[in-house]
């Protein structure tokens, strides 16, 4: 393995993105140009590429100096070249980020506010999604505000969320206690670890906003919807085993989620024409699509936790 370090910064960032890579040369300068574009806040960038084949370390090696470049030996997989990464960070916060996907020019000023305001556990991004060129999506207007919702934990979630690896920024303290990302749970890791942090403290949701550019493309990993489907199963076999925490307490919360998860991908197969991939994730999910429901249904009658807006520093 081959690592290239810049110069050490004088004192610890507050925030480590962390950039994983696997034969995305396509992609890569989209998505570190837009990292390094956001140097104004104190952050490091490390870029992880996962033992790429089309010619992508090549392209790393022109951000040797400005950004510390790991190039795997041999293909490990998403999770375990995030964990490599996220090994190498001094950063307060993790903030991940997809190959394929890059940031909007304002996304460390909100993640920055945010912590310097509510100091929390997990933040839980905005995306915006495209298709195509970089260069055709208009970054709009530097936004003057902040909408968010402000939970104790991940677990009080109430609001709909678009999880990706993308999305997440994490108190690196938080991370390290729940050892980081399951190398061997893919795709819907970004569930998983979500899961997993459930009662790690608080939790800010943006709802406005986004801060990372999403892209869609032949190879995104949520177009192969069998894979997604046997993933669902493995969360809710970790739940029947007990692996996330919260206890009996947090149990219907747990399964809320995770139900949602399920009903996402039910309505999925069965558009997709998998109708007995459809029938089986209803037959072993039930208890968690009717803890979703009957969550959906509470939030109906008592309302949603209120969104709240914080002013951006001008």
């Known amino acids: 393995m ?58 790393l090696k022109q951000y040797q100096g400005s950004v510390q470049v790991v190039c795997l030996e041999t293909n490990q997989g998403a999770c375990a070249a995030r964990n490599r990464g996220a090994s190498l960070a001094t950063g307060d916060y993790l903030v991940f980020l997809d190959g394929d996907d890059a940031f909007l020019p304002w996304a460390l000023d909100v993640y920055a506010r945010i912590v310097q305001t509510k100091k929390p556990k997990m933040i839980l991004g905005t995306m915006w999604w495209f298709e195509g060129a970089l260069s055709a999506v208009p970054p709009g207007a530097t936004p003057r505000e902040i ?80 894979a997604c489907i046997r993933a669902v199963d493995d969360l809710h076999r970790k739940e029947r085993q007990g692996v996330y925490p919260g206890g009996g307490r947090r149990r219907l919360e747990r399964r809320a989620l995770i139900g949602g998860v399920a009903i996402h991908w039910t309505r999925r197969a069965a558009k997709s024409g998998m109708y007995g991939n459809a029938f089986t994730l209803v037959a072993r999910g039930w208890p968690m699509i009717l803890a979703a429901v009957s969550r959906r249904v509470a939030v109906v009658l008592k309302g949603r936790q209120p969104s709240e807006t914080i002013k951006m520093k001008i």
């Not at 081959?2 to 610890?12: F, I, L, Q, Y």
């Not at 403290?201 to 919807?225: D, E, F, W």
């Open 147 to 226: 909408t968010t919702v402000d939970y104790g934990d991940y677990l009080r979630r109430d609001r709909p969320f678009g999880n990706s690896a993308s999305a997440l920024v994490i108190a690196r303290e938080s991370f390290e206690d729940v050892h980081g990302w399951q190398a061997d749970f893919f795709p819907l890791e970004d569930q998983d670890l979500a899961l997993r942090l459930g009662v790690a403290g608080r939790t800010i949701q943006i709802l406005g906003p986004p801060t990372v550019l999403h892209r869609a493309h032949g190879s995104y990993t949520v177009k192969n919807a069998l």
């Open 2 to 59: 081959n690592v290239s370090e810049p110069e050490a910064p004088a004192r610890p960032p507050r925030f480590s993105i962390i950039i994983t890579f696997y034969n995305q040369r396509d992609f890569i300068k989209d998505a570190l140009d837009s990292a390094l574009a956001l140097r104004n806040a104190g952050l490091e960038i490390i870029a992880v590429d996962d033992a790429s084949t089309d010619g992508s370390q090549e392209i």
